[in-house]
């Protein structure tokens, strides 16, 4: 499986950012996607995940609330929509995919490049 972010960026305090993750490959063996980041000097952490075939989703407790994690199964995409920003959630947001759930940054069987936020005023 090859996943593949884009939309990143900068943006100001209490603004938006849509992340998109593609999905091409070997996906009908994929059970869930996520969206982990790593701020500078810190460990990675994980975000927000969803099911690749059902609607349950996942997150983290700072970003629950302000946070959505989606899919199009039709396109091969989960996005991720960023409301309410905050200089804390800069960072590098990594899509990965995974034959299981884990709610964790690590173990994770597919990673794709990352995309860079930037929250600064």
Same mark, same amino acid.
């Given at each position: 499986v090859q996943l593949q ?12 950012? /849509? ?8 996906? =009908?063996?994929?059970? +869930?996607? +996520?969206?982990?980041? /790593?701020?500078?000097?810190?460990? /990675?952490? =994980? ?7 059902r609607d349950d989703t !996942?997150? $983290? ?6 946070f959505t994690v989606s /899919? &199009?199964?039709?396109?091969? $995409?989960? &996005?991720? %929509? ?6 804390? &959630?800069?960072?590098?947001? !990594?899509? +990965? ?5 884990? $709610?964790? +940054?690590?173990?994770? &069987? !597919?990673?794709?490049?990352?995309? %860079? ?5």
């Open positions: 972010a884009s939309g990143g960026g900068l943006v100001q305090p209490g603004g938006s950012l /849509r992340l998109s993750c593609e999905l091409s490959g070997e996906i =009908f063996g994929l059970f +869930a996607v +996520a969206w982990i980041r /790593r701020a500078p000097e810190k460990e /990675r952490e =994980f975000v927000a995940a969803t099911l690749w075939n !996942y997150y $983290t407790n700072s970003v629950r609330g302000r /899919r &199009d199964n039709a396109k091969n $995409t989960v &996005d991720l %929509q960023m409301n309410d920003l905050r200089p804390e &959630d800069t960072g590098i947001y !990594y899509c +990965a995919g995974g034959r299981n759930l884990v $709610t964790n +940054a690590y173990n994770w &069987d !597919y990673w794709g490049q990352g995309t %860079q936020v930037t929250v600064s005023s």
